[in-house]
């Protein structure tokens, strides 16, 4: 847990990826599905931003809206000052060359006839890098990279382990040489002491290469080990946000809370009588309920929930917050509905705390 957290006398990096009030509906044929109802998230560059949350929260939704795999509703994502919104399909084509993902299962898309030279070559065959001769000594350097060797490169992918198979994943990520790579739930199908190694994999990679991650996961240990700032989803929604290691430590939204007491390592000594286990289901994203979507759930839940639903407020230094027990009239909301065009959102803040 030694990287993460804000670095004493390191200035912030410049912001790599920024989404604002990310909305994504799916009209299917009965029902309108609010996968993603206003998320806004920044990653700063070389930093990992976690996103956690129970199934169906809307991380993978978020995940491929980041990369503009899916189109959202609404809202407005930038790469590197680029407005993704406003790109042509055949720039962002293009742009995919810095922006790459990772799946749970990345070989499982792929023809398990397929052999590692055309794995992890096909990206840079497609974004014209690399090709013949050239082409395959770029794939050897990068499996020696991701811990394969350079005997692998005409096996077939089907003849490797789960975490074999997520190292070739995470050398056709970076064979484009990205500047952010999504993970989502990149380690979950794998056991713990695999993922412990891909994990770190990951964590070298991104010293050596100066990558930023999104790093989704439902695995809150998982997140904590990985991310710098982790935010917590909720039927399509961030209720909490805040520095990885004290966002565990010390959870505020009774959501998180909730995540964290059901994880037994995390649980606070003191807290352990008042246990608080997930009670409930998430309702569902095509009929969320009124006021704090999280309410018919919540042990705290009051009147107010019931009716008014609460925004991202700034309650500490490190820390938002949509929940009304935080919610002092005085706090503005950290992301103004309106998007403010000549201003990043956390300079706004920053002078109400
Ligand atoms: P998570 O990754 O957190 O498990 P997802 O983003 O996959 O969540 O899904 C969020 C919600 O959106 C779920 O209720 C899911 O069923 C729904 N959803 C995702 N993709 C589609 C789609 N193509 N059509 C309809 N509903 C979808
Ligand atoms: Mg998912």
New binding site residues.
């Given amino acids: 847990m030694t990287e993460s957290g804000p670095r004493p006398g390191e200035a912030e990096p410049p912001v790599l990826f920024e989404a604002r009030d990310l909305v ?1 509906r ?3 044929r009965r ?1 309108v ?4 109802n206003g998320v806004s998230l920044r990653i700063p560059r070389g930093r990992t931003v976690g ?1 956690v ?12 809206l980041a990369l503009r795999l ?1 189109d959202p509703t609404s809202g407005e994502l930038n790469f590197d000052g680029i407005d993704l919104m406003r790109v042509s399909r055949a720039e962002m084509r293009a742009l995919r060359r810095r922006m790459q993902i990772v799946f749970q299962d990345p070989l499982g898309s792929l023809n398990p006839r397929m052999r590692v030279v055309n794995a992890v070559g096909e990206p840079l065959a497609v974004h014209g890098l690399a090709k013949g001769r050239a082409l395959v000594d770029r794939v050897v350097e990068l499996l020696e990279r991701v811990g394969l060797s350079s005997a692998d490169v005409y096996k077939f992918s089907h003849q490797f382990s789960g975490g074999q198979a997520q190292r070739i994943g995470i050398a056709r990520a970076v064979a484009t040489d990205p500047d952010l790579i999504v993970c ?2 990149a380690v979950s199908a794998l056991d713990v002491s695999v993922q412990a190694q891909v994990l770190n994999l990951l964590k070298r990679l991104q010293a050596e290469l100066g990558l930023s991650y999104l790093f ?1 996961a ?1 695995d809150l240990n998982v997140v904590r080990y990985m991310a710098d700032e982790v935010c917590v ?1 909720y039927l ?1 929604q961030v209720v909490e946000r805040g520095d990885g290691d004290a966002l565990f430590r010390d959870p505020r939204h009774p959501y998180t809370r909730m995540l964290v007491a059901a994880v037994p390592e995390f649980a606070p000594a003191e807290g352990k009588g008042r246990r608080s286990v997930p009670r409930g289901e998430p309702a ?3 009929d969320p309920p009124p006021g704090c979507r999280f309410h018919p759930r919540c042990p705290e839940a009051m009147r107010r929930c019931e009716q008014e639903a609460p925004v991202l407020r700034r309650i500490a230094a490190d820390r938002v917050v949509a929940c009304h027990l935080f919610d002092p009239a005085d706090a503005p909301p950290v992301y103004s509905p309106v998007p403010l065009p000549d201003s990043l959102p956390d300079s706004t803040e920053a002078s109400a705390t």
């Avoid at 599905?33 to 993603?36: I, P």
């Avoid at 949350?53 to 991380?59: D, F, L, N, R, Y």
Wanted: aromatic share 4%.
């Fill in positions: 994504k799916f009209r299917t029902h599905v609010q996968a993603v996103l949350g129970e199934s169906g929260s809307g991380k993978s939704t978020v995940a491929r899916l989502d739930e989704i439902h989803m399509g569902s994203p095509s």
